[in-house]
C-alpha cells in the first residue's frame, strides 16, 4: 500500500486526512525564529527577511493567515537599510503567527464543499473611512478582537475615498 501523503512543492498534501500541512522540521525553524524575532526591536534586514519568508511558504497551506503578513512586507518595502524596526503592529503579526504555527503545527483542513456564513463562525467586522474592527466570539464564549485606524497605516480618508 503507497503512503497517502506527498511532499509537493515542500508542502505536505495529505489526502486520508484532507489537510495541508508545512513540513514539521519548517514549522519548528519557524518557531524558533518568531519567538527570537519577537523578543527583539530590531532585526537584521537578512534576517527579517528569511522569518518572512518562511511564514509566507506557511501561507500556502493556511491561505488567510497571508494577511497577517502585511505589515512585514510594509516594513521590508518601506524601511531601508540593514535593520528593520519590528513596531507593535509587527509584533502583533508575529504573536498571530507563533499562535498559529503553535495551535494548528502549519496545518489547514482542506476547502469545505458547504461555506458557513461569518455569524456562523462568530466573526463579526465593520470598516469606515477612518478605521477597521473585528470580533471572533469562540464557541466558549470568550472574545478576541483588534481595531485601529487608517491613518496610523498611513492611509487618508481622501484617498480611501478616492479609491472606494
Known amino acids: 500500500m503507497t503512503s497517502a501523503w506527498r511532499i509537493f512543492l515542500g508542502v505536505v498534501v495529505d489526502i486520508a486526512n484532507e489537510e495541508l500541512r508545512v513540513p514539521e522540521e519548517r ?8 519567538r527570537a524575532a519577537i523578543a527583539e526591536r530590531y ?3 537578512k534576517e527579517f527577511e528569511s522569518l518572512v519568508g518562511i511564514l509566507n511558504h506557511a501561507a500556502a497551506c493556511i491561505p488567510f493567515a497571508r494577511l497577517f503578513l502585511r505589515r512585514c512586507w510594509s516594513a ?4 531601508h537599510g540593514p535593520w528593520v524596526r ?7 503579526d508575529l ?3 507563533l499562535r498559529l504555527l503553535t495551535e494548528s503545527n502549519g496545518r489547514a483542513i482542506m476547502h469545505e464543499d458547504i461555506w458557513r456564513s461569518a455569524e456562523e463562525i462568530g466573526l463579526y ?4 473611512f477612518s478605521g477597521y474592527a473585528a470580533v471572533y466570539l469562540r464557541p466558549d464564549g ?23
Open 43 to 45: 532585526l537584521a534586514r
Open 86 to 92: 519590528l513596531n507593535r503592529g509587527i509584533k502583533a
Open 95 to 97: 504573536q498571530f503567527w
Open 142 to 164: 470568550s472574545a478576541e478582537y483588534f481595531a485601529g485606524s487608517w491613518e496610523q497605516h498611513g492611509f487618508s480618508a481622501e484617498a480611501l475615498k478616492a479609491a472606494g
Open 125 to 128: 467586522t465593520d470598516a469606515s
Open 27 to 34: 514549522v519548528a525553524d519557524g518557531l524558533v525564529r518568531l
Open 76 to 79: 521590508l518595502a518601506f524601511q
